[in-house]
């Protein structure tokens, strides 16, 4: 019993310490991952988004957006939506990479110069969960907002 | 009630808190929680904590000097991680000792356990593999065309990738089916070796229920096309359809259970797997 009481106390010592580090987060790796298409939920992700910045710093993070299934229709609102536009366009200047699923653009066979905002060859990916899996086995942090 | 077990020791307790137990003595501890609702409710809601504990520290801030620091850290949580699980261990055995796993659930345990060896002894395999091509490049071959060598410049690793399933809103899990099939398509085309499992508790088991799945064709076909794919589904939860709404889940066949689905989903992260929620 005394050696778990002495884990206790090591483990309690053990969070104090991190959370007193945890004022300077020092580099970030991280995925963010869209695919609903409700909008207020879509809204509150790019705030998210844009609160991690603002806590970690643009210059320490390796922040990307991966979209598939539904999430495509952020960027078919970000089209339309000066709102929605402006958004994205501030965390593109930021750093933030958007990148889109292969898979879903040809399912839902869009067309992604004209449909999808600010979308280049290069922002496509050849499999939205199989990038999510790949920057995982980088290091990234996988958040769903 | 069954009162004839051995009580748990503090040497067990410390020998669970540290891994060293045998796959069997695991097993049995495993199965002494997942016995008792409540208890791997609280298991869940302990793990879930230390899940995101650890993942707001998978990425623990790389300063060049800090790296015995970040050692520590680690040491710290992984300590901490052990300690939730022996606490919640100590929990399940005050509260649920007198009741007896069932055969069924220990007949589980040890095919996941089983499962687990297999898995190890061929990440085993494929490392000797790696450092075979590594002791090849070291001496200045150039890497062969042959199968191994392409495999392994492929896919350095085996890619792993949990699908966490735990709504039965139509389209999203349509969706969810959708993105499944893409990816292994994608994996099998590219010719990488991936093992892909879908688990789904909560709501999310509806898709793996024979009478009330909307595409049981379409999981049957899908198991039988990928061997690399499995279906889990979260036993706690069938207790819950059962308690609550008096349902007993009958699952389509080939579909596996697991004790807890927030658990499978800690120990698969443990396990290096990437983690999708659809």
Request: include cysteine; glycine fraction near 6%; charge should be positive.
């Amino acid at each position: 019993m005394k050696k778990l009481i002495a884990i206790a106390i090591m483990a309690a010592l053990g969070f104090g310490v991190t959370v007193a580090n945890a004022g300077s987060y020092g580099k970030q790796k991280v995925v963010y991952h869209i695919n609903y298409k409700k909008e207020k939920r879509q809204f509150g992700a790019l705030r998210n988004i844009q609160n991690h910045i603002n806590a970690v710093g643009k210059e320490n993070l390796d922040l990307r957006v991966v979209m598939h299934g539904g999430g495509y229709t952020l960027l078919q609102r970000a089209n339309t939506d000066p709102n929605m536009q402006s958004k994205v366009v501030s965390l593109k200047k930021q750093g933030i990479k958007f990148n889109i699923c292969a898979n879903t653009i040809r399912g839902k066979k869009l067309n992604y110069k004209n449909d999808l905002y600010d979308v280049e060859q290069a922002d496509i990916v050849p499999s939205g969960v199989a990038e999510l899996a790949h920057l995982q086995a980088k290091g990234f942090t996988y958040i769903k907002p | 009630m069954k009162k004839d077990r051995p009580t748990i020791s503090d040497e067990f307790l410390s020998a669970f808190v540290d891994n060293q137990l045998t796959q069997e003595e695991k097993a049995a501890a495993y199965d002494q929680i997942s016995e008792n609702k409540e208890i791997n409710m609280q298991i869940c809601e302990l793990r879930k904590v230390s899940d995101l504990v650890r993942l707001a520290y998978a990425n623990p801030p790389a300063a060049p000097d800090a790296q015995e620091k970040s050692i520590a850290k680690s040491f710290q949580l992984n300590i901490a991680a052990c300690l939730l699980a022996g606490l919640t261990l100590v929990l399940g055995v005050v509260l649920g000792w007198n009741l007896g796993p069932t055969q069924e659930a220990r007949a589980l345990l040890a095919e996941h356990d089983k499962m687990k060896i297999d898995h190890t002894q061929m990440s085993q395999r494929h490392k000797k593999m790696t450092a075979k091509m590594t002791a090849g490049n070291m001496v200045g071959q150039q890497i062969s065309n042959d199968a191994a060598a392409t495999d392994i410049k492929a896919s350095p690793e085996q890619i792993k990738i949990l699908i966490h399933l735990n709504s039965n809103e139509i389209e999203l899990v349509q969706e969810s089916l959708d993105a499944l099939e893409n990816v292994l398509k994608y994996y099998r085309k590219t010719g990488q070796r991936a093992r892909i499992e879908m688990v789904a508790n909560g709501d999310g088991i509806t898709l793996l229920r024979k009478d009330v799945s909307p595409f049981p064709e379409r999981i049957k076909r899908m198991q039988q096309e990928y061997d690399n794919l499995t279906f889990v589904a979260c036993q706690n939860s069938m207790d819950r359809l059962k308690d609550e709404r008096g349902i007993v889940a009958k699952l389509i066949p080939g579909v596996v259970v697991i004790d807890s689905g927030m658990a499978q989903l800690m120990r698969r992260q443990d396990q290096g797997w990437a983690y999708i929620r659809v």
